[in-house]
């Protein structure tokens, strides 16, 4: 049990576009759920912790009007980059924590603007 | 705030031996848990193993074991018989026992661990 899946996998955007990726909870409902950046060879960043029906709340330094965050639904957390530029390639992970203290990640997808 | 802290980048180790892990952190809170999560090449983030800090005793999985210290505020992770299969990026964790907004976690850099044949 406790699997996530993000969609998808790897993706390339041109320069301007705006890109959505998808995190599911497959087998459990999550009221919370992370969305991190990482680069090559470094740790994860947390970028924000999305709510179901409710606002994200984005960590310092982290443009809410560029990393948009909905939570509709409670499997179901969507990151929409918007504008992207090749700054924003990286490689986003999504978690999400189905028991009290445990979070479980996503696969990753890796974002690539032209 | 929270830190955690590793401070060695890589770590090399033969197959069939032992090799440990460091990792330091900071908290004035008295209840909280601590994670060691292995990324792959692969890149999926694999939780190895937990430990909540109410517990005395060490956590341990199959080949997997801490040595936690709450006093000394570490939180080793000891590999035993090492397989070609534990090469990967480890990552120490800490987490509050708070619910909430508290419930994010606090990651270190990251160790890369690289297992000789």
């Known amino acids: 049990g406790a699997v996530v899946s993000q969609h998808p996998s790897r993706v390339i955007c041109k320069s301007g576009t705006s890109v959505k990726i998808e995190c599911r909870s497959l087998?459990?409902?999550?009221?919370?759920m992370f969305w991190y950046r990482q680069f090559p060879k470094q740790s994860l960043m947390l970028m924000a912790t999305?709510?179901?029906?409710?606002?994200?709340?984005?960590e310092q330094g982290v443009e809410k009007d560029k990393f948009l965050i909905n939570h509709a639904s409670l499997t179901l957390s969507t990151l929409t980059v918007t504008s992207a530029h090749p700054e924003d390639s990286s490689f986003y992970i999504c978690?999400?924590?189905?028991?009290?203290?445990?979070?479980?990640f996503g696969p990753g997808t890796r974002l690539t603007v032209t | 705030a929270q830190t955690v802290t590793q401070s060695q980048p890589e770590m090399s180790v033969q197959e069939a031996e032992t090799v440990t892990l460091s990792c330091t952190y900071d908290?004035?809170?008295?209840?909280?848990?601590l994670f060691w999560y292995k990324q792959p090449p692969s890149r999926q983030m694999i939780l190895v193993i937990r430990q909540e800090a109410y517990k005395q005793q060490n956590a341990t999985e199959n080949r997997f074991s801490v040595n936690f210290q709450k006093a000394a505020k570490s939180f080793s992770l000891k590999i035993s018989d090492s397989q070609l299969g534990d090469a990967a990026m480890y990552f120490c964790?800490?987490?509050?026992?708070?619910?909430?907004?508290?419930?994010?976690?606090?990651f270190g850099k990251g160790i890369t661990l690289s297992v000789r044949p």
């Open positions: 908290t004035s809170e008295s209840d909280y848990y």
């Open positions: 999305s709510n179901e029906g409710s606002k994200a709340t984005y």
């Open positions: 978690s999400a924590i189905p028991y009290k203290y445990e979070q479980y």
């Open positions: 964790a800490y987490r509050s026992a708070a619910t909430g907004a508290n419930s994010k976690l606090t």
């Open positions: 087998d459990f409902q999550a009221t919370t």
